[in-house]
């Protein structure tokens, strides 16, 4: 059993900062990369971004230098630090990772936390 956990979410202003955390528990024997994604009210889930176990990263065009992932491998976490946020950010991220866990490897999800950007 995997099970990844967010937290981090929550109420901020244009032009604030919010930190998300990812913590993968459970059965891991290896976790490759590990995504942020986010969906807006009414509209389809879309990644922001990504990083592989050895810490290369790639953004989302409309998040390219606010916001930053970063990982713990030593704790099987993944951050998502975002910057200078705007109202269009609001939506509820998503971590994502790929798990090998010794006999198959997996594609596992988090609950989901909630930003919201004020204008």
């Known amino acids: 059993q995997v099970q990844l956990v967010e937290s981090g979410g929550g109420l901020v202003q244009a032009g604030g900062s919010l930190r998300l955390s990812c913590a993968a528990s459970?059965?891991?024997?290896?976790?490759?990369?590990m995504n942020w994604y986010r969906q807006a009210p009414g509209k389809q889930r879309d990644l922001v971004g990504s990083?592989?176990?050895?810490?290369?990263?790639n953004y989302a065009d409309s998040v390219k230098g606010r916001f930053t992932i970063s990982r713990d491998n030593a704790k099987n976490t993944v951050y998502l630090q975002m910057n200078n946020l705007k109202p269009e950010d609001t939506a509820v991220y998503y971590c994502?990772?790929?798990?090998?866990?010794?006999?198959?490897?997996?594609?596992?999800w988090g609950q989901g936390t909630q930003v919201t950007v004020s204008s």
């Open positions: 994502n990772a790929v798990i090998w866990r010794g006999v198959s490897m997996n594609d596992y």
């Open positions: 459970g059965s891991i024997f290896r976790i490759n990369a």
């Open positions: 990083i592989t176990s050895g810490g290369s990263t």
